[in-house]
């Protein structure tokens, strides 16, 4: 300490005190740099290549169940010969949610609540299938109890199964968030880090001019020209990754998760809809001082919740706010359309019900006859929200590809900058060193 001391008491000694901390310094801001910003890139490219890809296949897993509970209840209403179409959907909507629960089950935490619910779909999954394959069964032979079967299997997937799939999809959404979270924030130790080594690299320039007399030190200056472009482009690049970023989950994952709500929304619908039909008044809840038939209900439920009421907007509402552009806006038009349309005849054909005309009301449900049928809005709504779908999915990775490209060579670049800038603080400390030997 004592050979420390009176080596700071001469000019050469503080030189090599001030190399040695400039050097410190810049050597800190670039590995800071670099730590901070892989970590961003990481979870930047998690954003694109994994959570946001899990939770479009947890989404799937959720509509594909609720598509086959719709399919399955469209088939009962035929009759005994099913229509070969509406049984190939049920057997490719259950074959897409078994694929997508592989796939999530490959990537969740061991322990976590998305494995838990990726254990419960696996365990329910087969007895669904069988209650809707003896459903079809007793169908065929004419036998009542089919009914009763496919009122089993719809009750097992919306109080056990869907859930269950929602606590999926939620559990990736928040694994998403996340993601943003943590490649988002500005780095603000490294851009501390950054100012405090050009304020140091500053203040060693002037004091050798002072000093000296000289204007320039080209090894500082080099130093402090390599700390500058680091910094500048820590602060650009991160901005633009940023705003790209956001952007991907204003205009793509908000939109996403909206238009998902509003298909999966449909879906219920449709099967409550068709159960209306199959239960024939077998199950009824109380409302006020009515009893009135549970699906009918649960039908109306979903169907507010995608045009909404006085003062609350609907699904369909919030997907037509959220999208930005005429490819966006223009589905979602077309699918409040065809379910203000899906209103109008479903309202029909519970008239023609509630008048005992059942095959009236089967024609306007199902489409056998000549009445246009609430089938055909259906598909209209579920064809315009799954075009919406895939477009914002094109926004979204259009942007989060923009904001991960702008991380790109940052977190090297900057650890390559600041290996250059200590070199040159060093050298330049050097040159003045060299004049006193």
């Given at each position: 300490?004592?050979?420390?001391?009176?080596?700071a008491?001469?000019?050469?000694?503080?030189?090599?005190?001030?190399?040695?901390?400039?050097?410190?310094?810049?050597?800190?801001?670039?590995?800071v740099?670099?730590?901070?910003?892989?970590?961003r890139?990481?979870?930047?490219?998690?954003?694109?290549?994994?959570?946001?890809?899990?939770?479009?296949?947890a989404?799937?897993?959720?509509?594909?169940?609720?598509?086959?509970?719709?399919?399955a209840?469209?088939?009962?209403?035929?009759?005994?010969?099913?229509p070969?179409?509406?049984?190939r959907?049920?057997?490719?909507?259950i074959?897409?949610?078994?694929e997508?629960?592989?796939?999530a089950?490959?990537?969740?935490?061991?322990?976590?609540?998305?494995a838990?619910?990726?254990?419960?779909l696996n365990r329910?999954?087969?007895?669904?299938?069988?209650?809707?394959?003896?459903?079809?069964a007793?169908?065929?032979?004419?036998?009542?109890?089919g009914?009763?079967?496919?009122?089993?299997?719809?009750?097992?997937?919306?109080?056990?199964m869907?859930?269950?799939?929602?606590?999926?999809?939620?559990?990736?959404?928040?694994?998403?968030?996340?993601?943003?979270?943590?490649?988002?924030?500005?780095?603000?130790?490294?851009?501390?880090?950054?100012?405090?080594?050009l304020?140091?690299?500053?203040?060693a320039?002037?004091?050798?001019?002072?000093?000296?007399?000289?204007?320039?030190?080209?090894?500082l200056?080099?130093?402090?020209?390599?700390?500058?472009?680091?910094?500048?482009?820590?602060a650009?690049?991160?901005?633009?990754?940023?705003?790209?970023?956001?952007?991907?989950?204003?205009?793509?994952?908000?939109s996403?998760?909206?238009?998902?709500d509003?298909?999966?929304?449909?879906?219920?619908?449709?099967?409550?809809?068709?159960?209306?039909?199959?239960s024939?008044?077998?199950?009824?809840?109380?409302?006020?001082d009515?009893?009135?038939?549970?699906?009918?209900?649960?039908?109306?439920?979903?169907?507010?919740?995608?045009?909404?009421?006085?003062?609350?907007p609907?699904?369909?509402?919030?997907?037509?706010?959220?999208?930005?552009?005429?490819d966006g806006s223009?589905?979602v038009s077309?699918?409040?359309?065809?379910?203000?349309?899906?209103?109008?005849?479903?309202?029909?054909?519970?008239?023609?019900?509630?008048?005992?005309?059942y095959?009236?009301?089967l024609?306007k449900?199902?489409?056998?006859?000549?009445?246009?049928?609430?089938?055909?809005?259906?598909?209209?709504?579920d064809?315009?929200?799954?075009?919406?779908?895939?477009?914002?999915?094109?926004?979204?990775?259009?942007?989060?590809?923009?904001?991960?490209?702008?991380?790109?060579?940052?977190?090297?670049?900057?650890?390559?900058?600041?290996?250059?800038?200590?070199?040159?603080?060093?050298?330049?400390?050097?040159?003045?060193?060299?004049?006193y030997?």
């Open positions: 300490m004592d050979r420390l001391r009176a080596a008491t001469t000019e050469p000694g503080r030189l090599r005190i001030i190399g040695a901390v400039l050097a410190a310094l810049v050597l800190a801001f670039g590995g740099t670099a730590w901070q910003m892989t970590d890139a990481t979870a930047a490219d998690h954003v694109l290549k994994r959570s946001q890809p899990l939770t479009r296949d989404a799937a897993v959720y509509r594909s169940l609720a598509d086959a509970n719709t399919a209840s469209s088939g009962f209403l035929a009759g005994g010969q099913e070969q179409e509406v049984t959907r049920y057997r490719q909507d074959e897409t949610a078994s997508k629960l592989a796939t089950a490959t990537s969740a935490e061991p322990g976590s609540a998305s838990a619910a990726i254990a419960e329910l999954l087969p007895q669904y299938t069988g209650l809707v394959e003896r459903a079809r007793s169908n065929r032979q004419g036998l009542p109890l009914g009763a079967y496919l009122r089993y299997a719809n009750e097992k997937m919306q109080t056990e869907l859930p269950a799939a929602e606590k999926l999809y939620k559990g990736e959404n928040t694994r998403l968030r996340t993601d943003y979270d943590s490649a988002t924030p500005y780095p603000w130790v490294a851009l501390a880090l950054g100012v405090v080594a304020g140091a690299l500053g203040w320039q002037r004091r050798n001019y002072r000093r000296t007399n000289r204007v320039f030190n080209h090894g200056l080099g130093a402090t020209a390599a700390s500058t472009v680091v910094v500048l482009w820590l650009v690049g991160h901005t633009v990754a940023r705003s790209g970023l956001n952007d991907s989950y204003e205009h793509g994952v908000r996403l998760n909206v238009l998902n509003a298909r999966i929304a449909s879906l219920k619908a449709r099967g409550n809809e068709n159960l209306t039909l199959v024939r008044g077998a199950e009824t809840v109380k409302v006020g009515d009893q009135v038939d549970k699906f009918d209900v649960a039908f109306d439920e979903q169907m507010g919740l995608l045009a909404g009421s006085a003062g609350t609907g699904l369909l509402a919030q997907a037509s706010e959220l999208a930005d552009d005429t223009t589905p077309d699918a409040t359309d065809a379910m203000k349309e899906w209103q109008k005849r479903h309202d029909v054909a519970r008239e023609r019900d509630d008048a005992g005309d095959q009236g009301a024609n449900i199902i489409g056998t006859g000549d009445d246009k049928s609430t089938g055909e809005c259906f598909d209209a709504v064809a315009a929200l799954d075009k919406a779908l895939t477009h914002e999915r094109g926004e979204f990775e259009k942007a989060a590809e923009s904001g991960r490209g702008a991380m790109t060579g940052l977190a090297p670049g900057s650890a390559a900058g600041a290996v250059l800038a200590a070199a040159g603080a060093l050298l330049g400390i050097g040159r003045r060193l060299s004049e030997r």
